[in-house]
């Protein structure tokens, strides 16, 4: 069984900045690309920015130069630097992960840490 527990969610101003961690856990092989998605009310998850190992961050358009995406692969950890924060970044924010198991290769989610940009 495989887990991804996230934090670093909150409540900050706009401008503000924000730091989301996801660590994975369990019966892992090997991880390919970990990222993170976004949903806000009334709205289909978005991908927000997604690094596969070795490779090169992908970004949504709209987080580019604001968000920063980095892992540790040592730890199976990916982590968020969100800085100047908008209120139309306020979402629910999912960690993601394709995770090799001995078997399997699957899609594994965290339970999501909320992010509210508010004055």
């Known amino acids: 069984q495989v887990q991804l527990v996230e934090s670093g969610g909150g409540l900050v101003q706009p401008g503000g900045s924000l730091r989301l961690s996801c660590a994975a856990s369990g019966s892992i092989f090997s991880i390919n690309a970990m990222g993170w998605y976004r949903q806000a009310p009334g709205k289909q998850r978005e991908l927000v920015a997604e690094m596969p190992s070795g490779g090169t961050a992908n970004y949504a358009d709209s987080v580019k130069g604001r968000f920063t995406i980095s892992r540790d692969n040592a730890k199976n950890t990916v982590f968020l630097q969100m800085n100047s924060l908008k209120p139309e970044d306020s979402a629910v924010y999912y960690c993601?992960?394709?995770?090799?198991?001995?078997?399997?290769?699957?899609?594994?989610w965290g339970q999501g840490t909320l992010v509210a940009v508010s004055s």
């Open positions: 993601h992960a394709k995770i090799w198991t001995a078997t399997m290769l699957f899609d594994a």
